[in-house]
Nanobody, 121 residues
Framework: VQLVESGGGLVQAGGSLSLSCAASGRTFSSYAAAWFRQAPGKEREFVAAISRSVGTTVYSDSVKGRFTISKNNAKTTVYLQMNSLKPEDTAVYYC???????????????WGQGTQVTVSS
C-alpha cells in the first residue's frame, strides 16, 4: 500500500489544521493506521492510531483532547484533525499503516513521505 500525506502548513498557535493520508493499492479496511511526528533533533513520536476494524482510537498524552484521528467511510483516507495547536506541535507528520493500532513505530509496515506542520507563537 502507498500512503500520501497532505494538509500540512503554517498556522498560528491556537489554530487548527487537518491532515489527510490517502492510501492506494489497498484500503485502511486492511490496516490499522497511525500518525507519528518528528521534530528537528528529536526522535520520532507517536501521535495517534486507529484500529483496522471497529475504529478504536488511541492518542499520546500530549495531543489527547486536541487531536482527532478518523477514517472516511470508504476507508481510503485517514485524517488527523488538529485543534488548539501549540508551537511544540511543530514537526514533520507521518502516516503509517500496519496490522495493529500500536504505539511502536517499528511495528508499522508502510509509511508516507511526511508533511510539515509549523505552529508559530
Amino acid at each position: 500500500v502507498q500512503l500520501v500525506e497532505s494538509g500540512g502548513g503554517l498556522v498560528q498557535a491556537g489554530g487548527s489544521l487537518s491532515l489527510s493520508c490517502a492510501a492506494s493499492g489497498r484500503t485502511f479496511s486492511s490496516y490499522a493506521a497511525a500518525w507519528f511526528r518528528q521534530a528537528p533533533g528529536k526522535e520520532r513520536e507517536f501521535v495517534a492510531a486507529i484500529s483496522r476494524s471497529v475504529g478504536t482510537t488511541v492518542y499520546s498524552d500530549s495531543v489527547k483532547g486536541r487531536f482527532t484521528i478518523s477514517k472516511n467511510n470508504a476507508k481510503t483516507t485517514v485524517y488527523l484533525q488538529m485543534n488548539s495547536l501549540k508551537p511544540e506541535d511543530t514537526a514533520v507528520y507521518y502516516c503509517a499503516a500496519g496490522s495493529y493500532a500500536v504505539l511502536a513505530g517499528t511495528l508499522y509496515d508502510y509509511w508516507g513521505q511526511g508533511t510539515q506542520v509549523t505552529v508559530s507563537s
